[in-house]
Structure formats: C-alpha cells, structure tokens
C-alpha cells in the first residue's frame, strides 16, 4: 500500500489530480490497475493519502530543523536549504504542497481543502516558533510574526514555481541569495 500511495504522490504531482489516471499510477507501482481498488475505493482517496505523505514529510522536515541547536540564521539557511534541495529529491510531494490546492472546488473537495488548510497551518506554526526563537535571542526587528511568516513561504512558493517552470537551480546559490534576502533585505548597506 505505501508503495502505490509513494506512486501516486509522484504521479499526482507531475500531472496534478485532474490530470493523473490510475492506470498510470498502477503501472508506476508494477501492478494491475484493479490492485489499487483493494487498496484506495478512488482517486480522491489515493490523493488524499498521498497528500498526507507529502504534508507529514514537511513536518517532520520543520521539525527536524526547529529542534537543532543552531542559531537563529542558521536555521533560516537550513530551512531554505531543504527546502531548495527537497525540489531535487521530492520535487513532486512539493509540487502538491505547494502549487496544487487552489485547483479544488471547495464544495467537491472540502476534505481535502480542509487537509491542505491543517497542513498549512501546522507548517506556519512550526516556522512561528523559529522566528520567535530569532526575537528572543534580538536578532529579529520587531515585525508582526504573521509577516515574517508569510514572506518566508512566499519568497519559497515564488521560487519554487520558477524551478518548476524550467528554471535550474544551483541549491548552494539560492541558499546563500535567499537567506541574504530573507535575513537582510534587498537594500545596500548605507544605501538609506
């Protein structure tokens, strides 16, 4: 079953739900396409598994950087780190977190809104707590948390649609362009 739920995020993410079949998931697996039935009673259900998969490999991903002992910047670059070397290794559970929930009709796929919703909010949360680790220790002006948050993701999202879209990345280069970015700013020193 983990298998075919690995699949399907693969699958899922490539071609997003509409456009995935379960035929081409059941031959990723190696097996007959009746075989995920047993398993999954449809599509939504397969997604919604893999869905699952994606959101808890981030958490764990938060989680892991939120508890090392390491300063405050140095968990930024390592978030970006991840983050940028997660396109390369798990490029399409990213694609699912990250590029495909504003396709779901809220009234079909209420569940699964309300699964990227949690998953989103875990994901913040967890982000939250490093940045108020970064106001304790002064290293952060005071700034609404909410903001801090949200530029984090959306300088991520921003460029994580630009790998997707053909660009290639040297993960080294944008750790060191956006975490300068994110913990200094796009301005000169001085240039005030």
């Known amino acids: 079953m983990r298998e075919i739920v690995k699949a399907s995020l693969y699958v899922f993410g490539r071609d997003g739900f509409f456009g995935a079949s379960m035929e081409e998931i059941a031959n990723k697996c190696g097996i007959a396409k009746s075989s995920i039935y047993f398993y999954f009673k449809d599509k939504k259900e397969l997604f919604k598994e893999a869905l699952k998969l994606a959101l808890e490999k981030e958490e764990k991903m938060l989680k892991r950087v939120k508890s090392m002992k390491a300063c405050f910047e140095d968990k ?29 009709d809220p009234h079909e796929f209420g569940e699964i809104r309300d699964m990227m919703r949690k998953g989103i909010e875990k994901r913040e949360n967890i982000f939250g707590e490093i940045i108020k680790e970064g106001f304790k220790q002064g290293k952060i002006k005071d700034l609404p948390l909410k903001y801090c ?11 994580m649609r630009s790998v997707y879209l053909g660009e290639k990345i040297n993960v080294k280069e944008g750790v060191n362009v956006l975490s300068d970015i994110y913990l200094n700013g796009i301005l000169k020193r001085g240039a005030r």
């Open 76 to 104: 930024i670059k390592s978030l970006i780190r991840q983050y940028l070397s997660g396109l390369n290794q798990f490029k399409e559970g990213m694609r699912l977190l990250f590029l495909y929930p504003p396709q779901f």
């Open 149 to 159: 948050v949200s530029s984090f993701f959306g300088m991520i999202f921003s460029f």
